[in-house]
């Protein structure tokens, strides 16, 4: 989609769009991080501690969720004077935008759905390593134009995180093994070219032992992130 320029009157009527997308990362964090403890489990007293913060933390984001459905509906009636059908075509283009840029849509187009795996993956070397191929792999498709990336469903934003824990491999604060399934929406052509080339990305990982796999489509489906990212010292410049 081509970026679309900012009327003066957008300018003034945007400013409620942040207050949506800042609320809730940080609580959704906690609430995912617990999640994953509770997976890894523990003592007796740390699990009966963790569990009693997960049920806490579980009941805030339902509510904040709630408050940011509130925000939306509060969003679209101080644009639009309580008529969201009522949004010019050059407004609701541009709050489209920004919403696909960040990652907050479910977004489908041509592209290739990659399934990788490792012989062991119980094996906390192994975890190792297939984790820096991972964090590789992710940089090759964004190197290669990707518009949009996931990982066993987790959607790659500017603000997502791969890195390692034990033998698991953690994505937005999941928990994640192998077998992953990563998809990339971009040129597909382009997409398969940039791992398959000589020398390249798919030929080094099978030559240490990796199961890789690619294939080609013109309809690859990607979920949006589902939380909106909280900026604590981050602020918009003026």
């Known amino acids: 989609m081509k970026r679309p320029t900012i009327t003066k009157f957008q300018k003034h009527t945007l400013w409620i769009v942040p207050v949506c997308i800042l609320l809730g990362l940080f609580i959704a964090m906690q609430y995912k991080q617990f999640q994953s403890e509770l997976e890894i489990g523990g003592t007796s007293a740390n699990y009966a501690t963790l569990s009693r913060q997960y049920n806490e933390l579980k009941i805030q984001k339902e509510i904040l969720e709630s408050d940011i459905e509130q925000l939306q509906k509060q969003l679209d009636q101080s644009i639009t004077g309580g008529d969201p059908e009522s949004l010019t075509p050059e407004l609701r283009e541009e709050l489209q935008y ?28 192994n975890a190792d390593h297939f984790y820096q191929e991972l964090v590789l792999l992710t940089n090759e498709l964004h190197a290669a134009g990707a518009e949009a990336i996931s990982i066993n469903d987790e959607r790659i934003i500017a603000n997502s995180e791969i890195r390692l824990a034990g033998s698991a491999i953690m994505i937005n604060g999941q928990s994640r093994r192998a077998p992953f399934e990563i998809k990339a929406i971009g040129d597909m052509d382009t997409l398969e070219g940039a791992l398959s080339m000589r020398f390249g990305f798919i030929e080094r990982v099978r030559s240490n032992g990796y199961f890789i796999e690619v294939r080609k489509s013109e309809a690859v489906e990607i979920a949006k992130y589902p939380t909106k990212p909280f900026f604590r010292h981050a602020e918009l410049k003026q």
């Open 98 to 125: 920004y919403m696909m840029a960040g990652g907050f849509t479910d977004v489908s187009g041509q592209g290739i759905t990659i399934q990788f795996d490792l012989p062991d993956a119980e094996n906390v070397i």
